[in-house]
Each structure stands twice: as structure tokens, then as C-alpha cells.
């Protein structure tokens, strides 16, 4: 949440001006704070973009107080983690690297940064996981019951968790994902799943009837969600819409951490309301595609974009790409979900399907973050810049960080992004 | 003899980077085939392809494969990595017409496991059946897992003799398919009082760090990395009445293991073990940089190992080694303290 409230801060600024000085392990988990995290979260004082960002910002509160407070048995996942297995199984679901970001916002990744990196993690590994290992490492996260990986997009989940699994001495469920296609893959993924689910409901105490019907209706309320997204995406391809992908990429943690729940399905159906309420910019912009992630810190990229009559139409993480799943067989449902993200496996898939949204979003030109110490990604940046130029689509290859704000060249990128949207505007 | 050479066809090789790769099945197909050691002094010509922030070894054997002329690029991978798996994306954009392969490799050795990597392994005799006109029959895979392990024997017989450099070499040339061994050079062995030593990492230039921690007095007595004792500790020769994909599936998946697999706890104590039987005063981690499952297993290895009493020094590489000079001081200072505390 950006916008101003009491005294011109951001909610975020107001919450460190009040508690970064106090900041524990017990602060964190201290009924008062979250008391007040819930008045000032709901004060009026605080505009929201849309008026769905403040359903959301409600859902995160609630499910990070109860995740502080031991309210329900937490479980940490990472990005590839259907978090309908989790809300249906009777547990909350905690994406750390979601947790990494908000951190980056409020500025303070670099302290836990400097812990994880004291604690022996090379600086050459992903910023998303040194900070949560940093955080995790002061007690500042709330603890988990439980952690579940999944073996994509990349390594580090399912390294790091190896760790904090010893650290917090609770399990960790390694899922894997195999290459092999078809019927066998998912049948193995379900399979898997199914194991899982069973453990989070027996640490929830939820019976065998019980647990099912959690997850029929955790996937009832996930199709809810991705009927109002899909058709929000829709719009997105075949208008102007005012929607921009820097304010999207930050639904991430939503599509994330929400599918499943009420307030996400109640998330995308208000959105989709209110952009179709307020109608098209129609200013004719440039429109651009972002890969991977953006910084979550400040920094002056988006304006840069804006400036230069540029939009972000679609974004890669963001993007709704399943299919509606079937309530009665919850376990393949969401095998297939998780299989069939274009992440998992050679970068061919991953190509083919971002040329798809290229194609179907009309893009004019895209951008790739290359994240420091993202093998995934930044590993196959350049074959995709070749591959989009053949199709006659240039590419921008950023260098940078999500997490860790001293590592952006912000002057050096602004240049070379300059001179890439004025190519763009030549091209016309 | 296999089909290809019956035809009298050149023997097509096949390289290959990760040690889980099933070199039986490529042996069993009648093809020849190395592991890449990739050319260190050019990986900055993989930056066209392959960022900076991959490991050095998966850059260096790009440059290596852009090097080589062209119908010599087959080429099997393992997903062992996000490393790996990136480059075969690369190599396969840049030799279409070459045999590129890339097969998964489950982490855990649960029979679910076992059953994946099973059908991984067939499925890569199909593919090499088809590509090559050849065909792979099981007794042809278990023929090659016994010439396996008699390359095994010759190892572990040689091992106990040779300097840390020459394990590597060594290890190297009897991964391969057409091992060429020289014999062990006389100034090479160790010799004189020295301080022995676990080397535990993941792959090694034989004239880089290796070379200088030798000459500043340690004795490698352990040296659990890629290209050096990790690939010959546990047998996979099969039975005739084996059925030979699985036997040799469960084979890897329960051998010794790198930092990259499930089953952490067990590697660490069977470390342990061995530190202890071969009486090293220490253990040196000596890793490529970049590589993600080295670098989030260190700290958690430290801890057991200070738990255990064991001393640690860790050492980056970024496998040209051009300024190895620099961590001499500080391997010198590790061993002193190592010696100090034998005499103490
Ligand atoms: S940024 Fe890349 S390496 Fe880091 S958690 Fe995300 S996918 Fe993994
Ligand atoms: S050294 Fe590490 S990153 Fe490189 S190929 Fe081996 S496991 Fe992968």
C-alpha cells in the first residue's frame, strides 16, 4: 500500500515510525501490535489504489496475526505451493519469499541480509531467501509447524528450507515435480500432495471428512478467483486499461498466498468491477511486458516507463495460467496446477508461453529483471531476448536486485531504459 | 560388440556434466563418452547465452562446446541444477541437429523415487536407440556396469597412493569411456610431514586451489567432490538376474551423495565417519562459486561439524584460479592451527 495517510506516511511508515525501534521477536508476537496493525490497516486514513487492495490488506493482516499468534499451525511454502492445499488442510499458509518482499518495501532488507551473510550465507545466492533466512535467523518471522517446496522455479526453497527445517526442528516436505509428461507426472504430484495434505490436517486435527471438504471448498473459492482474474486479464489483452503491471507484479502474495480463501476470490471480483468502472485511459501507450520480478524497494523505474508513454500490460508471475479445477478431485486438481506452471522444466516452456502473452497482450517490448542470484531466470534471459527478437519483439535485460536496494545501478539502468523506449517510439 | 561398431560407423561421443548421469546406458548403446571439464580461461564466451551469476563450471563447458567442431555437441543432461538445466537450454538452442538430452533426477530415494528414475533411464535408452539406430538390451547395461566397476577397483586401488591433483586426473580419465591413465608422477606424491586433510566440495580444477593447498602441506586424505573419490564409494555393478534399469536407478539414488540431495543427515554423519577412519585433523570446503545447493549446505555443516569438534575453512573458486596465491596464507594459517591442536 503506497499511498499517503496520517501526516503524508504510507501505512508501512507509519507502522516502523511506531515499532521499528521496539522490533523483537516478542513485539512480533505481541497482541498490542497487532491491535494497532488492525485499527491503523482499516483507518480511512489510509487510501488504497483500488478498493480491492484494501481487501486484501485486510486478508494479510489476518492471516499474519493469526500466523504470530499461533492461531492456527502455519506452514511456510514457496511460490510454486498451491496455498489451497494449505487453507484446506486447516493451516495457514506462509510464503517467506512474499514476507522478503514487504521487508524490501519498508526498507530494511539490508540488516537482515547482513545476518544471513554472517550466519555463512554467500552473497551470491538469492536476496528473496538470504532476507527471510536473516529474518528467520532474529526470530522475526512467525514460526512454522511445517514447510512444503516445491523442487521450481528454482533451488533455493528447496535448499534454504533444508535448513530452517533444522533450524526450527519441523518437517519439511520436498515436493518434486518430474519431468516426465502426462498422466504419470501428475499422478506422482497428487500422490505426493495427498501425503502432504494428510500431515497438515492431522496437525490442524481435522479428520479424513473434514479435510476433503476443506479442500473442496478451498478449490471452489480458488475457481472463483480465477473466473473474476481471467476476465480481468481479458480486458487487460484486448483494451487500454488503467490496471498497470507495476501495482499488479504486487499482487504476487494474492495469487500467492489467497487462492483458496474467501477474501481472494472477493479480491479479484472487486477489482474487476472497478476497472471496468472506471473505464480505458485511452492515452495509446506503448505496451510492455515484465519478466520476472520487480524491485520492491523505491526507485524511479515505473515513472521512467510512465513518462515515456509507456504501460506495463502484463506481467510474467502474475499471470493466471490454469485452468479451472474439479472440487471432487482436489489432489490432480492441484498436481495440475502446479505442474503445468510454465516454470517447471526446460526454459522452452517457459519461452513458448511468454511469447503466447506477447502475442495475445499485443506487446511492443518487453523487460527482463534479471534478479541477482536467480539461476532460474536470469539463466535463461539472453535465449529469450534472441527468441523475441526473431518474432520482431526487442528486449530490455535489466541487471539488479528485488530485495537488496544496494545492489541497483539505478543511474546506469535509467539510461539504458531511456534509450529503449525511445527505440520504441521510433519503431512506430 | 555393439551395433555401431558392427557397422563399422565411427563411434559418436557423448558428453555429459553430472556425475548421476547413467553412463552404463550410454556404454550399453555403444557410444563413447566424457565428462565435460570445460575450458576455465574461456567461460566469459558463454556470456552471450548464459549469465554471469551461473556457476563457472556450467559456463566453462558452454565455451567448451562452442569450441568443439561442429556433429561433436551430443550431449546428455542431468536436472540436477538450475545451473545445469539452463545450460542444456542453451546447448540445445545452439546444436539442434546434435543428440541434446536432458533427464530429471529425483532428490530422494522414496520407491516413488526409485520408479521416476527408472522410467528416466528408459526412456534415455529409447531416446538413444532411435537417434542413433542402435539398440540397447539389458544385458549390453550390465555388461557396462561391470566394466564400471572394475574402473571403480582401479580407483579405489590407486586412490590411497596419489596426491589430491592426481585423484582428480585420475577420477577424471576413469569416468570417461576410454580411460587414459598415466602413470602417478614420482614429484607429485605426497610426502614429508603433512597435515591430512577432508576435502568436500563440488568440482575441482586439478591446477588451481587443489594444487596450491597441496603445496602449502596439506594431505588430501578424503576428497569428497565431483571429479575426485564421490563417484567410486558405492558400487552399482549389476546382477544378471538384476532388472537392470531398476537395480541401477536405486543404485544411484541410495550411493553417496552430493549436497544437492534429500537425505542430508545421513551424508553429513557417513562424513563424519570417514573424517574420522581417515584421521583428518580437518575439513576444507572448497566450492565453485554460484552454486546454490554448496552454498546453503555450508552453514548447516559448519554447526554439526564444530558440534562434532571438526575445524573448518571455507575457500571459493571460480574454477580458473588464476589468483590461488591469495588463499595460500590462509590455508597455511588453517593448517597450522590444525597441527597445533594434533600436537596439543
Ligand atoms: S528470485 Fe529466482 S532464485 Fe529467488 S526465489 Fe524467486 S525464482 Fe528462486
Ligand atoms: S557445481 Fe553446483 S551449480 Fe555447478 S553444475 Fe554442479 S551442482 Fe550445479
Known amino acids: 500500500m503506497r499511498d499517503e495517510g496520517e501526516n503524508g506516511k504510507t501505512l508501512l511508515e507509519a507502522l516502523k515510525s511506531r515499532f521499528l525501534h521496539r522490533l523483537s521477536p516478542q513485539l512480533m508476537r505481541s497482541r498490542m501490535l497487532w491491535e494497532t496493525v488492525e485499527i491503523l490497516s482499516r483507518s480511512p486514513l489510509y487510501k488504497t489504489r483500488w478498493k480491492a487492495d484494501r481487501i486484501s490488506l485486510n486478508a494479510f493482516v489476518r492471516m499474519t496475526r493469526d500466523a504470530y499468534l499461533g492461531r492456527r499451525p502455519v506452514v511456510w511454502c514457496n511460490l510454486l505451493v498451491p496455498s489451497e492445499l494449505v487453507h484446506g488442510s486447516g493451516c495457514l499458509p506462509f510464503y517467506p519469499e512474499m514476507a522478503s518482499a514487504v521487508i524490501a518495501s519498508a526498507g530494511l532488507a539490508s540488516r537482515f541480509l547482513d545476518r544471513a551473510g554472517e550466519a555463512g550465507f554467500s552473497p551470491d545466492a538469492c536476496s528473496y531467501h538470504r532476507c527471510l533466512l536473516g529474518a528467520a535467523l532474529e526470530d522475526l518471522l512467525p514460526r512454522p509447524h511445517a514447510f512444503i517446496s516445491v523442487n521450481y522455479p528454482c533451488d533455493s526453497a528447496v535448499l534454504s528450507f533444508r535448513y530452517l527445517s533444522h533450524l526450527y526442528r519441523v518437517p519439511h516436505f520436498a515436493l518434486e515435480v518430474p519431468l516426465i509428461r502426462g498422466e504419470k507426472r501428475v499422478e506422482f504430484v497428487a500422490a505426493e500432495m495427498e501425503r502432504v495434505a494428510h500431515s497438515l490436517a492431522s496437525l490442524a486435527g481435522r479428520e479424513g471428512r473434514e479435510l476433503r471438504k476443506g479442500l473442496a471448498e478451498a478449490i471452489e473459492l480458488s475457481n472463483q478467483a480465477l473466473k473474476y482474474h481471467a476476465e480481468l486479464e481479458r480486458l487487460r489483452r484486448e483494451t487500454d486499461c488503467l490496471l498497470d503491471g507495476k501495482d499488479v507484479m504486487g499482487y504476487v502474495s494474492v495469487l500467492a498466498a489467497c487462492m483458496g480463501t474467501r477474501e481472494g476470490a472477493r479480491f479479484y471480483q472487486t477489482l474487476l468491477e472497478e476497472v471496468t468502472e472506471r473505464g480505458r485511459p485511452g492515452e495509446g501507450a506503448k505496451r510492455i511486458m515484465w519478466m520476472h520480478l520487480k524491485p520492491w524497494y523505491k526507485h524511479s523505474i515505473f515513472d521512467t516507463i510512465t513518462a515515456h508513454g509507456a504501460r506495463i500490460v502484463c506481467e510474467e508471475y502474475t499471470h493466471p495460467y490454469w485452468k479451472a479445477m474439479d472440487p471432487r478431485h482436489p489432489f490432480v486438481s492441484l498436481a495440475q496446477k502446479t505442474a503445468g506452471h510454465f516454470l517447471v522444466g526446460e526454459a522452452e516452456r517457459r519461452i513458448a508461453h511468454l511469447q503466447a502473452m506477447a502475442v495475445a497482450y499485443r506487446v511492443q517490448g518487453a523487460i527482463h529483471f534479471n534478479h541477482w542470484g536467480c539461476r532460474q531466470s536470469c539463466g535463461a534471459a539472453q535465449t529469450i531476448r534472441m527468441r523475441f527478437q526473431q518474432r520482431g519483439i526487442p528486449v530490455l535485460v535489466i541487471e539488479g536486485d528485488c530485495v537488496d536496494e544496494r545492489e541497483l545501478q539505478e543511474g546506469q539502468i535509467l539510461t539504458r531504459l531511456e534509450a529503449f523506449l525511445e527505440s520504441l517510439r521510433e519503431r512506430e | ?344
Not at chain 2, 575450458?39 to 562446446?65: I, K, M, Q, W
Not at chain 2, 562452442?66 to 542431468?78: D, E
Not at chain 2, 541444477?81 to 533427464?103: I, N, Q, T
Not at chain 2, 530415494?109 to 528408459?122: A, F, G, W, Y
Request: hydrophobic share 40%.
Open chain 2, 1 to 344: 560388440m555393439s551395433e555401431l561398431r558392427e557397422r563399422g560407423e565411427a563411434t559418436p561421443e557423448v558428453t555429459w556434466f553430472c556425475g548421476y548421469t547413467p553412463v552404463e546406458i550410454l556404454e550399453a548403446a555403444g557410444l563413447d563418452h566424457r565428462r565435460a571439464t570445460g575450458v576455465a580461461e574461456d567461460a566469459e564466451d558463454a556470456d552471450a547465452y548464459l549469465h554471469p551469476s551461473l556457476c563457472p563450471y556450467v559456463r566453462s563447458c558452454l565455451a567448451e562446446g562452442l569450441r568443439l567442431p561442429p556433429g561433436h555437441h551430443h550431449a546428455v543432461f542431468v536436472n540436477a541444477c538450475d545451473a545445469l538445466r539452463r545450460l542444456y537450454d542453451a546447448w540445445s538452442y545452439l546444436f539442434p541437429e546434435s543428440f541434446v538430452y536432458l533427464m530429471d533426477l529425483p532428490r530422494g530415494s522414496s520407491p516413488r523415487e526409485v520408479e521416476i528414475l527408472t522410467d528416466e533411464m528408459k526412456r534415455l535408452a529409447e531416446k538413444l536407440e532411435e537417434r542413433f539406430a542402435t539398440q540397447v538390451t539389458q544385458e549390453a547395461v550390465i555388461e557396462a556396469s561391470r566394466r564400471r566397476e572394475e574402473r571403480r577397483q582401479i580407483y579405489l586401488r590407486h586412490a590411497p597412493k596419489l596426491s589430491g591433483v592426481e585423484k582428480v586426473k585420475t577420477s577424471l580419465a576413469l569416468q570417461s569411456s576410454q580411460p587414459e591413465i598415466d602413470p602417478p608422477k614420482d614429484e607429485e606424491r605426497t610426502s614429508g610431514a603433512r597435515v591430512p586433510v577432508a576435502l568436500v566440495g563440488n568440482i575441482l580444477n586439478p591446477n588451481g586451489i587443489l594444487r596450491a593447498l597441496e603445496q602449502a602441506g596439506a594431505q588430501v586424505v578424503i576428497l569428497d567432490v565431483c571429479n575426485g573419490d564421490r563417484p567410486f564409494l558405492a558400487s552399482a555393478a549389476l546382477e544378471a538376474d538384476d532388472d537392470p534399469y531398476r537395480a541401477l536407478a536405486t543404485a544411484y539414488l541410495r550411493r553417496h551423495h552430493c549436497a544437492r540431495m534429500q537425505g542430508w543427515q545421513g551424508r553429513t554423519k557417513d562424513l563424519i565417519e570417514r573424517l574420522r577412519k581417515a584421521r583428518a585433523a580437518g575439513l576444507i570446503y572448497v566450492t565453485l562459486k554460484f552454486c546454490d545447493p554448496y552454498i546453503y549446505e555450508f552453514p548447516l555443516l559448519e554447526k554439526v561439524l564444530e558440534e562434532e569438534g571438526v575445524k573448518t575453512l571455507r575457500l571459493e573458486s571460480d574454477y580458473l584460479d588464476a589468483h590461488v596465491g591469495q588463499v595460500v596464507t590462509r590455508v597455511e594459517a588453517f593448517l597450522e592451527m590444525l597441527s597445533r591442536g594434533s600436537r596439543g
